[in-house]
């Protein structure tokens, strides 16, 4: 992963020196801006007592309960042990969906932004642009007739009909980054390996891909994250064995009475920890991916 | 099969065959479904009976366009939409400003500022619930620790709708922050130096140096948050539910009413495709832009 | 006055030493290059006296008032940057007149100004457009053009020419030149290029690693390097600096061992002070050999190894135990390669250099 920032952190204009002052001005304007997710990780570490109390504290002594709340609770008939709550379900639900849906993306996505970017159609643009636009339309138009399909050929809450549409959801995002990156490539070092009698899939192989390997982890990572995050396909799509944490957050603050707001806390905060690993890691590549790589720098 | 794999793989159509599997996909995932969904709004059909569809004609779009509830979740969308990308603007600006410098910790503290953006929209939805809960949430309590006054901010309409413009402008500053520290990162070094040499004030310098470089991805910002804004359904599906009454439905969240509370699936298709129709023409504008600019700079 | 003096001023980033104590002192209407390979530290002293980056050390003087502690904006000096840092936003003639503004001018006054300028500088067609939509030596005229339509103290350029192509720079080159002689402001070029130095500046300074070499005329760099390190690099062909002896001197000759030859040539009287048998560096110009077609006392015979035309002239390289001397000759001069030629230094044409590497002169 380092070799992925070093790779590109982006030559930046010298900026003007501000010193230890601003550092301590801009901190204290982002830790605002950054306490609602201070306040929720805080709530997740405090008693249910804690947790609700008027006035709020903000020194407590921290307690791991809600974090063990989100996997098991003691069964009300019986002796009283210890029962999953399916939780950790949820999660491995939405690393296996996303990094599936994730993988198939990709490797089709590159296949075509290869083909984008080096061998334009007549059309390309076009072509182009209609796949932005199913990428760019409210989720909610799109669900709507996969849904009824899906209910037609009975792939409604199975795995299958969650990867293949998320693989199709990341497939757009896939093509813009990858050509993007593409477009940066000289296209000299392909030519040459050409030249020098590389077969097409050698120079696809051996010259593109290595030289793209931290562009190609960017997008896995950040198409992850997309979908990691997302929520109403797998509201509509999912079957309570194929529950992902989103969902099943929702489903905690769903109407029921009395939120039970630390455990709500304690599962977004397992849920934020890839998010805060990747959004560090891919710093220099934020404004790519939150554009869908219309916009590099 | 010999000659057969020489004729697919021939140079002139290996374009095609490199971005075939990804039409496809997109073709079977995407455009086919929603093809489908344009049939249907065709037809009288509800997705929870089991009668046969009827052939309806124009019928469900002159519904949808002459419905007064249509309009009026338009326009509730278009003012959170107005709210919140100003909103947006307005904090993403600031923070870019204060980013542009250098000053110890500068990535760590960026890093906290980024954070919201990549989060799961129920994860925000979530901490503003928190928030906005009426006995412990953090925003009611100051409130009435300033005031006097219990806070029920999501019982009024206006009070909703500050809820969720909050929340989604808290979410997206970021991103608008980004695009403009990018513009203000490509201001060439040598272009502030000259305006110094010439003696120009500081607005002067900000008029005719910083902000040409900012303006154009000031608009891209603009287009790409209007788009996004538009779709807004699961911040509001989780904080307000549309409530109180409807007078925080958007347009979104309507459609999803229609379509799986209402079954009305013939009249959500119809209103999906007027929704599909603004996101071109959105889509469209915000790509013209972003070659402006591709090939300008 | 609008004098530039600058005293031990020196820069360090981080651990580079990149300006070391370099003292300079231009007059009113003074004209000095600033000349040096890539990276010696020319940018570095010009933002310097700028105000465009501070110092470590050392003192600037404008107008005879120390500066250091000044914005450039108060030092009320005007600049051309190596990119022309035209502002892009704004058409040419409202470039033209943006240094105005600062002194609260009505429009009239700087429309007047505006329109003086393009004409001095054949820039009135292009008054409306947009300084993307300019070719490359137009920009260039603009940049100058808003650096001379104020008074300030004294004007600045980085490498004005760099971007030009030949031909563009040979006639740039000299409208400058006639443009600063109307100004008698001191002015600092900083150039990497020798001809423009040499045809611009009234004196050059020739910097390395931060360091000044030397600051003279142009004609005096050229005829009395006060090194080996300005005598090499300032011509073109390069002098031939060879390894030699000093076997003896009398009556305005030296007598060298040079690549296994003898060679009595016209030098300095103050190699007398040598001591025979002392180490020298012989320093000749390409340009300062005649071919003879007999060998004698003070002549250096060589064989012909390269021949170069260039024109006018013809670049010949010879070759002698391992040692490579170059001559230029009239192009009508005909040699073939292989050949062996004998050659005679022109009086008062050689410079002999010590071991210290300095010019041994009186
Ligand atoms: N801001 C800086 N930080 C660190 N080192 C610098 C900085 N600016 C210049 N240097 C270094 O100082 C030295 C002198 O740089 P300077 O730009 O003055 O050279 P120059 O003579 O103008 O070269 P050139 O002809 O290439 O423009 C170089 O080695 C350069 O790398
Ligand atoms: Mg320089």
């Known amino acids: 992963m380092s070799v992925l920032l070093s790779l590109f952190s982006k030559k930046e204009r010298r900026l003007r020196e501000a010193g230890w002052g601003w550092t301590l001005f801009a901190g204290i304007i982002s830790l605002i801006y950054f306490f609602p997710v201070l306040w929720i990780i805080m709530t997740a570490f405090k008693t249910r007592a804690d947790a609700l109390a008027t006035p709020p504290v903000f020194f407590f002594t921290p307690t791991l309960e809600n974090f063990v709340a989100v996997f098991y609770r003691v069964a009300q008939t019986g002796g009283g042990e210890a029962i999953s709550t399916g939780m950790g379900g949820f999660f491995f639900n939405s690393i296996f969906v996303a990094s599936a849906g994730v993988f198939l993306a990709l490797i089709i996505g590159t296949l075509a932004s290869y083909g984008f970017s080096r061998y334009?159609?007549?059309?390309?643009?076009?072509?182009?642009f209609v796949v932005l636009t199913t990428r760019m339309l409210p989720p909610i138009i799109v669900i709507i007739p996969i849904f009824l399909m899906f209910r037609m050929v009975g792939l409604s809450g199975s795995y299958i009909g969650v990867i293949l549409l998320y693989a199709a959801f990341n497939l757009p995002f896939s093509i813009w980054m990858m050509k993007s990156f593409f477009d940066e490539l000289s296209p000299d070092v392909e030519d040459s390996a050409r030249m020098d009698g590389s077969s097409e899939f050698g120079v696809f192989f051996k010259m593109c891909i290595p030289q793209l390997k931290a562009g190609l982890a960017a997008t896995a990572v950040f198409a992850v994250i997309l979908t990691w995050n997302e929520f109403l396909f797998a509201l509509l799509l999912t079957s309570t064995d194929t529950r992902t944490v989103p969902v099943a957050m929702a489903r905690t603050i769903g109407g029921e009475i009395g939120v039970e707001w630390g455990l709500l806390a304690a599962i977004i905060t397992l849920f934020l920890v890839p998010v805060f690993a990747v959004t560090y890691l891919l710093q220099n590549h934020l404004l790519r991916g939150v554009t869908f790589g219309t916009i590099k720098k | 099969m010999r000659d057969f794999w020489q004729w697919m793989f021939s140079p002139s159509r290996r374009g095609p065959?490199?971005?075939a599997p990804a039409l496809i996909m997109l073709f079977v995932m995407n455009i086919f479904p929603l093809m489908w969904s344009f049939g249907l709004s065709f037809f009288h059909y509800k997705a929870s009976s089991i009668q046969p569809p009827r052939f309806a004609g124009l019928y469900y779009y002159e519904k949808v366009l002459t419905?007064?509830?249509v309009w009026e979740r338009m326009q509730t969308t278009a003012l959170i939409v107005a709210m919140s990308v100003l909103l947006q603007l307005i904090i993403g600006f600031a923070l870019a400003m204060m980013f542009e410098k250098k000053f110890p910790l500068r990535r760590e503290i960026l890093m906290l500022v980024l954070t919201p953006m990549m989060l799961s929209f129920v994860a925000v939805g979530v901490f503003f619930k928190?928030?906005?809960?009426?006995?412990?949430?953090?925003?009611?309590?100051?409130?009435?620790?300033?005031s006097g006054e219990p806070l029920t901010l999501l019982a009024t309409q206006w009070g909703a709708v500050w809820g969720i413009v909050i929340a989604d402008a808290w979410m997206w500053s970021p991103f608008v922050m980004l695009l403009v520290l990018a513009g203000l990162v490509s201001v060439p070094d040598y272009l502030y130096e000259a305006a110094e040499v010439d003696r120009a004030s500081k607005w002067k310098r900000f008029i005719t140096v910083t902000f040409p470089y900012v303006r154009g991805l000031l608009l891209l910002a603009l287009l790409f948050r209007t788009i996004e804004t538009?779709?807004?359904?699961?911040?509001?599906?989780?904080?307000?539910?549309?409530g109180p009454g409807t007078s925080t439905e958007t347009i979104?969240?309507?459609?999803?009413?229609?379509?799986?509370?209402?079954?009305?699936?013939?009249?959500?298709?119809?209103?999906?495709?007027i929704l599909l129709f603004i996101v071109i023409v959105l889509t469209n504008l915000y790509l013209y832009f972003v070659k402006k600019r591709g090939e300008e700079g | 006055m609008s004098t530039i003096q600058v005293t031990n001023l020196t820069k360090r980033f981080g651990d580079m030493l990149a300006v070391s104590g370099v003292d300079l002192d231009v007059a009113a209407g003074e004209v000095l290059c600033l000349l040096g390979p890539s990276g010696c530290g020319k940018t570095t002293t010009l933002r310097m006296i700028a105000g465009l980056e501070t110092t470590t050390d050392g003192e600037v003087r404008i107008a005879g008032k120390r500066v250091n502690?000044?914005?450039?904006?108060?030092?009320?000096?005007?600049?051309?940057?190596?990119?022309?840092?035209?502002?892009?936003?704004?058409?040419?003639?409202?470039?033209?007149?943006?240094?105005?503004?600062?002194?609260?001018?009505?429009?009239?006054?700087?429309?007047?100004?505006?329109?003086?300028?393009?004409?001095?500088?054949?820039?009135?067609?292009?008054?409306?457009?947009?300084?993307?939509?300019?070719?490359?030596?137009e920009k260039q005229r603009v940049a100058v053009a808003r650096a001379i339509i104020r008074d300030p103290n004294c004007f600045l350029f980085d490498e004005p020419l760099s971007r030009l192509d030949v031909e563009l720079r040979q006639t740039m080159r000299g409208q400058i030149k006639e443009i600063l002689d109307g100004l008698s402001k001191a002015t600092v070029i900083v150039t990497h290029d020798q001809l423009e130095a040499l045809t611009m500046a009234d004196r050059i300074a020739v910097m390395r690693d931060g360091k000044i070499e030397q600051v003279a005329s142009p004609h005096d760099i050229f005829t009395k390097p006060k090194n080996l390190f300005v005598a090499g690099f300032i011509g073109t062909p390069a002098m031939n600096l060879q390894e030699a002896v000093l076997t003896g001197y009398e009556a305005g000759m030296g007598t060298f061992q040079v690549a296994n030859q003898t060679v009595a040539i016209a030098v300095n009287p103050a190699v007398q002070n040598l001591a025979s048998g002392a180490s020298v560096t012989l320093g000749i110009?390409?340009?300062?050999?005649?071919?003879?077609?007999?060998?004698?006392?003070?002549?250096?015979?060589?064989?012909?190894?390269?021949?170069?035309?260039?024109?006018?002239?013809?670049?010949?390289h010879m070759m002698e135990s391992d040692t490579d001397v170059r001559v230029v000759v009239d192009r009508t001069v005909h040699l073939t390669q292989g050949e062996r030629v004998h050659m005679r230094c022109r009086p008062d044409q050689a410079h002999v250099f010590n071991t210290e590497g300095n010019r041994v002169f009186s």
Do not use: C, W
């Open chain 3, 69 to 137: 502690e000044i914005s450039p904006s108060e030092r009320d000096i005007a600049m051309v940057f190596q990119f022309y840092a035209l502002y892009p936003s704004l058409t040419v003639a409202e470039n033209l007149g943006f240094p105005l503004h600062h002194d609260k001018l009505p429009q009239s006054e700087i429309d007047h100004l505006v329109s003086e300028v393009a004409r001095k500088l054949a820039l009135t067609d292009v008054l409306h457009r947009l300084p993307g939509y300019l070719a490359e030596g």
């Open chain 2, 17 to 19: 065959m490199l971005i």
């Open chain 1, 120 to 128: 334009p159609l007549k059309g390309n643009d076009t072509y182009l």
């Open chain 2, 130 to 146: 928190l928030f906005y809960e009426p006995t412990f949430g953090l925003l009611s309590q100051a409130y009435s620790y300033f």
């Open chain 2, 230 to 242: 538009f779709k807004i359904f699961d911040v509001v599906y989780l904080i307000t539910n549309g």
């Open chain 3, 285 to 316: 110009r390409p340009r300062a050999y005649d071919i003879i077609s007999e060998a004698a006392d003070d002549t250096f015979s060589a064989e012909v190894d390269l021949i170069e035309p260039m024109g006018a002239e013809t670049l010949i």
């Open chain 2, 252 to 273: 979104a969240v309507y459609v999803y009413r229609v379509a799986f509370q209402f079954f009305k699936t013939s009249q959500s298709s119809a209103l999906s495709y």
């Open chain 2, 67 to 69: 419905d007064p509830v």
